[in-house]
């Protein structure tokens, strides 16, 4: 079946500092692939979203690019702050079956310090 | 304001007492869907509706009922809950079936069962 598989965390980083988050997924077909996020005390919050190969999903300064040939969407941003601090989740849906349910990684918690 | 209610926020009950968390979207979307987070597992689908009276299991359904009477409502069941289902639950929806399409989730109720 389909699965995501992104880095374990926690992550703790200083503010202005560059962010990665990697994030590699398995699936049959050609899945759509998102970013959410969880403040906390919050439900999720979807951050961004790539819908075929070498798109580049973009929101409050974070990109991911949907790489076909690695299978990747690595999270990305050029300078944190600590209002970033949160569970970051790659996620998946799948136009293969006929749930489109959301198949998620872990989570990946960040902590940035002032 | 466009969102998913879930009812209640916390929830601590005793093995085998009925239970039901309800969810309520505002949005006229179609498709609707529980999930559980936990430690270390990440999110798990336990069920989802594709439109009234049209539902159906997800991953980790054994435990829990659900129904669909209304398109705004979906709630979750627990006819006797049990320490394992100890968790944070999430409520989604989604405007319709896609593939590319974000889900909007409810702000969680973590449930414990003692």
């Known amino acids: 079946g389909d699965s995501v598989t992104q880095m374990e965390g926690p992550v703790t980083l200083s503010e202005e500092a560059f962010l990665t988050i990697n994030c590699t997924y398995t699936a049959t077909g050609y899945p759509s692939l998102f970013w959410y996020v969880q403040y906390p005390g919050e439900g999720l919050q979807l951050l961004l979203k790539a819908t075929k190969a070498d798109d580049k999903g973009s929101n409050k300064g974070f990109e991911a690019t949907y790489r076909k040939e690695t299978t990747s969407f690595h999270l990305e941003k050029g300078s944190v702050q600590v209002s970033d601090s949160a569970v970051y989740f790659c996620a998946l849906t799948n136009s293969g079956g006929s749930n489109y349910k959301l198949t998620f990684g872990k989570g990946t918690l960040l902590t940035v310090n002032p | 304001e466009a969102q998913v209610t879930q009812n209640p926020r916390y929830l601590i009950t005793v093995t085998g007492k009925k239970l039901t968390v309800t969810c309520s979207q505002n949005?006229?979307?179609?498709?609707m869907s529980w999930y559980r987070q936990d430690p270390g597992l990440g999110l798990r689908q336990i069920y989802y509706s594709m439109n009234v009276e049209v539902t159906d299991k997800g991953d980790v359904p054994e435990g829990y009922k659900v129904s669909r009477k209304e398109k705004r409502n979906f709630p979750l069941i627990l006819e006797s809950p049990s320490p394992n289902q100890t968790s944070l639950y999430f409520c989604?929806?989604?405007?319709?079936?896609?593939?590319?399409?974000?889900?909007?989730f409810g702000s969680g109720t973590r449930l414990t069962v003692v």
């Open positions: 989604a929806s989604s405007l319709s079936i896609g593939a590319g399409r974000g889900y909007t």
């Open positions: 949005m006229n979307h179609e498709y």
